[in-house]
């Protein structure tokens, strides 16, 4: 090599820091962000809310079709991992879906209904485990008369913000 040798660096704080060599020139290197192709890790609060805010169960009529589901139905609603609702079983005494000899869950309508609660405290209201554990004992039989109420204002509330909207 000459000794007129050079490298250059390129730095844009927009992008990870990863990086790969590019040869531009004979004896000129270029380093080049690489962008990764996956995201690992934690969710950002940001996206977790927007998860929450995006869960719809289907209408009691359609959830009444069927007497159990499965785990993997049941997460699916949700967008949960079925460890995640593993978890929430041990934890909390209110739920208790029924299980075969081979120990698989199946959840009916009132475990489903628990549930929505149990996510809407702990996702949506951003409660600790231990804050809704109290909370359910707190208001042990008004709770799910609670949480339908609080469902139906926030369905008259984005009623009448898209009628707001359209004006």
């Known amino acids: 090599m000459t000794g007129n040798s050079q490298i250059a660096f390129e730095f844009d704080d927009t992008k990870p820091a990863t990086t790969a060599p590019v040869v531009v020139q004979k004896d000129v290197v270029q380093f080049v962000a690489v962008k990764p192709k996956t995201k690992r890790g934690r969710k950002s ?5 927007s998860e929450a805010e995006m869960v719809q169960l289907p209408p009691d009529d359609e959830l009444s079709k069927k007497l159990y589901y499965s785990i993997g139905e049941v997460g699916a609603m949700f967008n949960l991992n079925p460890s995640s609702l593993r978890y929430w079983e041990t934890e909390f005494k209110h739920i208790t879906p029924r299980k075969n000899k081979k120990g698989d869950r199946f ?18 209201r951003k409660y600790t485990i231990e804050g809704a554990k109290d909370y359910l004992k707190k208001y042990k039989d008004d709770s799910l008369l609670r949480y339908d109420l609080i469902k139906s204002l926030q369905e008259i509330k984005s009623f009448l913000l898209t009628i707001k909207a359209d004006l």
Do not use: G, S
Not at 45 to 49: A, G, P, Q
Not at 111 to 119: F, R, S
């Open 45 to 49: 609060l940001k996206d977790m809310v």
């Open 107 to 124: 959840y009916t309508v009132a475990d489903i209904k628990k549930l929505q609660l149990i996510y809407f405290l702990l996702r949506q």
